[in-house]
């Protein structure tokens, strides 16, 4: 067991010992933290629903009718019409056959893939996958062999060398990276799962409410949804909600309904968050407008801070700045906050050594001219 005190210190000494800071207040792209305002570039409602009339009515509304809490796990009495409402609705938006919700999506990552995988399988997972996924995949018991970060020639080299020797197989990506936030390559990874007799997984977390025609996600946008056999996402993020989803065949929910511990042994989300997050899968709909804007929001920063002569990485709303040591982006971050932006570092081990960054989240909420202040701001503290 771990000397706690003795860890609590060298993580102090590193700079990486981490504490909880509570706002006291966040709307609009703002937020305030002892008494003083923010322009907030650390969440992920990157459409700026969070505090949208229809959602609060929502909520308002289910809570009149149903109450604060569901009362019990979906298996015994906690089960509503509003879950199979919005697991119907999150298939059409997913196009498979079937959806389950958890209520997280830590909680579906851990759960699905330690229910589906075993003992004598393998999973061929991004580098930088998600901790949800990794521990999904330590939990499972397969064996897990990491490729290269949105490499399919080092993926296919594995699968060439490893496949074969184990039954079940994993390809598992995120489409959108949290900490990168760049892009997978679905095409590949799908032609590499048809090639390998192998299943697909994307996690689409980043993704969804933001891509696609329909703001699906990536998948819709890249044309491949149908060659994926397990799309998750989470509602927490663009469609300013919570709880997690997946979609996939029917025989797949139903399997998993009946075995998927993190699923069976959970008290059902409160309905109000059920409600609130059918009402978000409408506005993704009819407020295309949102994600026009946050996406054209981030490239203009990032062209922005680009020409400014920052090392920017990125091809969507998340825009990471690399500062390289952690005491650089400590620094900058710190600067930043001192002129009124609520930026963080993000350090190892959550980004690789060396590659210590500020993460800026846009959102539709923010306007140009915040994004004009935040650049010549950033350019005249310099990494």
Known sequence: MADIRKVLEERKEKGLLRRLKPASLRQGGRVNFEGREYVDFSSNDYLGLSRHPRLLAAAQSAIEKFGVSAGASRLMSGDLKLHHELEERIAIFKNKE?????????????????????????????????????????????????????DAGHLDSLLKKERGKFGKALIITESVFSMDGDKAPLKELAALKEKYNCQLFV???????IFGASGSGLAEEQGVGERIDFLMGTFSKALAGFGAYLAASRETIQYLINACRSFIYSTSLPPAIIYSNLVSLDLVKEEPFRREKVLGNAEYLRGSLKSKGFEIKGESQIIPLITGTNASAIDFAYRLQQKGYWVLPIRPPTVPENEARIRFSLSASHEKETLDDLINDASSIGV
Do not use: P, W
Request: hydrophobic share 40%; net charge negative.
């Open 98 to 150: 079937a959806a389950i919700f958890f209520n997280s999506g830590y909680q579906a990552n851990t759960g699905i893939i330690s229910c589906l995988y075993g003992k004598g399988d393998c999973v061929f997972s991004d580098r930088l996958n998600h901790a949800s996924i990794i521990d999904g995949i330590l939990l499972s018991g397969a064996r897990m062999f990491r490729f290269l970060h949105n």
């Open 203 to 209: 996690d689409e977390a980043h993704a969804t409410g």
